[in-house]
């Protein structure tokens, strides 16, 4: 039997063709094979039977192959070569799909459709090397790969391993930025992004959904530091530059608010989850069936929903939960995203996940980012009235200094300490305006009644007319200036 053959077997038709090929050739992966079903169009099909490939293992499991004859295929018209796609790939019924061309050998190549509008800036086929051929409508594709065994060691450090790329990120994510401001005006005035802007802005989403991928561990292959299309089991496929609607560019923040909050629950309630998804993935070298379809589905939605709001596609996203039989009959095999019930359950469970953590947010974590706001609020003004009377404190000292190089007596010192006693009253005033949380009202109190003491003496010192007396509460003053210090001290803790 030859690779990429199709044979009849019991009234369906079947492909064998390799699955897996580990590099480095370990051994915790060989060569593997498997017979698929070519009338089962899904992107997440599984195999009939795979195996090892060694002769023991080929004559046992093919045995009943053997005698199968091939099925003719039928002749492809003459048109521009497309990439076959991952080995392995569907093949549609004879005749392909209505509005659908054949494109290369029909047992190899699968389908595109009967369009000359030209190349996208991606691909819908999938897999790698993938050219770019265009689907029908407008809408955003996004392309997977089978889920396929994955090294313990890059899905341990993963996040570690995408580093380089968050900067990169980063960086093109500024241009990005500014472009889209850009290209926001030019949709409006001519209702159509220029197709420089419209190029730059979809190479970015390609390196994107890359990334995303990589990171959400749905395949193990390394991106490459480079935007726009280019050879990886995750492929993007966004139309040239449409007419746009100018109302639709207007409102693009207000038309954004539904498709944003299904991606944000979507994508926190992925976060939440990503610990276990993480181990899964680990422990069992892949992601399984229905985890993969969900997590892909989100990830195509996320591109969908950046395309559109950058307008490179007048198409709302969609196609959260799959896409239905009616939006799949117009893609074509490759372009079509049918999730399991499984997955379908998955991505309603992400997105109570991030329906809990939104309600917990609002709940739980906004009160508590509030009062975190007013004690900053409240910290800052205290050490601001504590600043002022620290400088009170050090101007009281220069002018004793002066007092006593002058020779000016009590009377001289009496005069400094009236000044620094309405600096403290002035702190006071200010202790008594603010707002303290209840775990900081007790050393609020304390500071108070600490500062009362202080205004007392300094009061007494201020009106004595014995040097002995001055002397004996001059003595008291830095003690109580001692305490003052600590408790207010821990009166900042409180707050902080």
């Known amino acids: 039997m030859a690779d990429g053959e199709t044979y009849a077997f019991r009234g369906e038709r079947f492909l064998l063709g390799e699955i897996h090929r580990s590099p480095g050739g370990t051994t915790e992966a060989t060569d593997a094979y498997a017979v698929w079903d070519a009338t089962d169009t899904s992107p997440y099909r599984q195999p009939v039977e795979w195996f090892s490939f060694d002769p023991a293992g080929w004559n046992a499991a093919w045995a009943r192959f053997t005698q199968l004859e091939p099925r003719p295929q039928p002749a492809a018209p003459a048109m521009a070569p497309i990439d076959p796609g991952p080995v392995g790939a569907p093949i549609p019924p004879p005749g392909g799909p209505p509005g659908w061309a054949p494109a290369g050998p029909a047992a190899q190549s699968g389908w595109a459709p009967a369009s000359a509008e030209g190349p996208r800036y991606g691909s819908p086929l999938g897999g790698f090397g993938s050219t770019g051929q ?46 889209a401001i850009v290209a926001w005006f030019a949709a409006l005035f001519t209702g159509r992004v220029p197709d420089g802007m419209a190029g730059f802005l979809a190479s970015v989403i390609h390196y994107q959904t890359r990334v995303n991928a990589y990171l959400y561990l749905t395949t193990d292959a390394y991106p490459p530091f480079s935007l726009g299309p280019a050879p990886y089991p995750v492929t993007v496929s966004i139309p040239p530059p449409v007419q746009l609607n100018r109302l639709s560019v207007l409102f693009r923040i207000v038309l954004a608010i539904p498709a944003s909050i299904l991606i944000w629950l979507a994508f926190v309630g992925l976060e939440v989850a990503s610990l276990i998804v993480w181990l899964v993935v680990l422990i069992a070298r892949r992601m399984p069936p229905g985890l993969y379809q969900a997590v892909s589905s989100i990830l195509r939605y996320q591109c969908r929903y950046s395309a559109w709001y950058v307008m490179l596609t007048a198409t709302y996203p969609g196609g959260l939960f799959g896409d239905g039989p009616a939006v799949a009959a117009g893609t074509g095999a490759a372009g079509k995203l049918t999730l399991s019930s499984n997955a379908k359950s998955l991505v309603g469970v992400f997105l109570g996940l991030g329906a809990i953590f939104a309600v917990l947010y609002a709940a739980v974590i906004v009160p508590n980012l509030k009062n975190s706001a007013r004690n900053l609020e409240t910290l800052l003004q205290l050490q601001a009235g504590y600043r002022q009377l620290n400088d009170s404190a050090t101007n009281f000292d220069s002018q004793s200094q002066n007092c006593i190089s002058s020779q000016g007596g009590l009377s001289c010192d009496q005069a400094a300490l009236r000044e620094l006693s309405a600096a403290w009253s002035t702190f006071d005033s200010q202790l008594a305006s603010m707002s303290f949380p209840s775990s900081a009202q007790s050393d609020a109190a304390q500071v108070r009644n600490d500062d009362s003491q202080l205004l007392s003496i300094i009061s007494e010192m201020a009106s004595t007319s014995s040097q002995a007396k001055y002397q004996f509460d001059a003595r008291t003053l830095q003690s109580m200036i001692n305490q003052f210090q600590g408790d207010f001290t821990a009166l900042q803790t409180d707050l902080a």
């Open 134 to 179: 265009l689907v029908p409508g407008d809408r955003v594709e996004v392309a997977f790969d089978f889920p396929t065994p994955q090294r313990r060691s890059t899905v341990a450090f993963r996040l570690i391993l995408a580093v380089p790329h968050f900067f990169m990120l980063i960086a093109v994510g500024i241009a990005f930025g500014f472009v």
